[in-house]
Structures are given as structure tokens and as C-alpha cells.
């Protein structure tokens, strides 16, 4: 099946910082997501986004389908940031996800 | 944005019960939810889709006599954990798709069901 690959697996910034976050995947895909997991154990969705570029106030993502990578782009990091992102696939199999592993975020004050 | 609701938010039971959870999409039609789980500090495992008026199909090596799905209608499917034990425990979380008028393949989650099994 499909590999879902995301780096790095931890990540600390300070308020304020930059980061980008990686998802790589191994085969083409129909629907990719990018989700943030609060302390809850909520998962919201960021964006969907198979293909191009898309931007949500601080946040932006971009997927490069035929090279098989996205990247989740987080400016100005504030301490509401933290938590786990996730990067999630769907290969053509009917609408199930694969979760990559994460990358857990902490942002200091 | 589509909701998803899950219930109850958490469970403690004690070995041996059955343990029933809800998922329900609130302002949209879901023919297809799913239903997955997660290990403390691990990612989301995918057990079983729901279609709505058939069979669940399940993930391999998940035990579709210990987690029964039902998807009764559009809005509603249901994860009965039975006869529990404590390897059990873990964060179930649904999703539900929205194939609604000019939306993609989105797939929403539901704020996840704790259940601890003593």
C-alpha cells in the first residue's frame, strides 16, 4: 500500500518563528489533508489538497503531485500552534486515508 | 464547516462489557464514514469503512466480530466495541465524507471517543 512519510518528527520554535513541515508519499494520490490534532485529540481539518498551492492566513501548503511531496508552511508561530500535524493520503482506495506519523510542534512563548 | 459529532467523548468500562459509540455528521449527508483508532503518542490506524444500508469492510487484521459497524442511515454509524478488554483502550475517531454540491472528497473527524477498559 501506500507509504506516507513526514518530517521531521518533532519540531520546537519559539513564538514568532517559521517552519515548514514535509510530507512525502509514494504513490499518486487523490485527496491529500493536512490536519492539526489539538491537546484534545480533535483533529481539524487545514487543507485539502491534492495538488497546488493554497493559504489560510498563517498557513500555506503546497503539493507537488508528480513529485510526490507537500509542504505545510507556518509563519509567525504562536503557542495556539502547537500540537500534532498530520499528513494524510488517499491512493484510489475509495476514500481511506493513510496517516503519516506526524510532526508534533511545540512553540515556546 | 461540515461537523462531525461523537458519543460519549469518553468510557470507562470494566473487562468483558460491550461498549457502543455514535457518529453522526450533523449538516451533511455521509454515505461513507470511517472509523480509526489511535495508541497514545501514535498515528491514526484506519479499522473499517461504513457504507450506509451495507457491510462494513475492515482493515486486515481487525476483528470484525469484536467491532461491529452499523450504518443505519445517512448521518449516523455506530462502533460497538464487545466484550472489551484492556488492549481495547485506546482514541476512536470517526470521519464522515462530504460529497456535497461542489465540495471535494473532504473528509471531516469527529472530536475522537476515549475508551479506557479495566
Redesign the interface.
Known sequence: GIQVEQSPPDLILQEGANSTLRCNFSDSV??L?W?HQNP????I?LF?I?SGTKQNGRLSATTVATERYSLLYISSSQTTDSGVY?C?V?GNQ?????????TELSVKP | GAVVSQHPSWVICKSGTSVKIECRSLDFQATTMFWYRQFPKQSLMLMATSNEGSKATYEQGVEKDKFLINHASLTLSTLTVTSAHPEDSSFYICSARDRGSGTTDTQYFGPGTRLTVL
Open positions: 487523490n485527496n489533508q490536519f484534545w485529540g480533535q483533529l481539518n485539502y491534492p498530520f494524510a488517499d475509495g476514500g481511506k486515508l493513510i496517516f503519516g506519523q506526524g
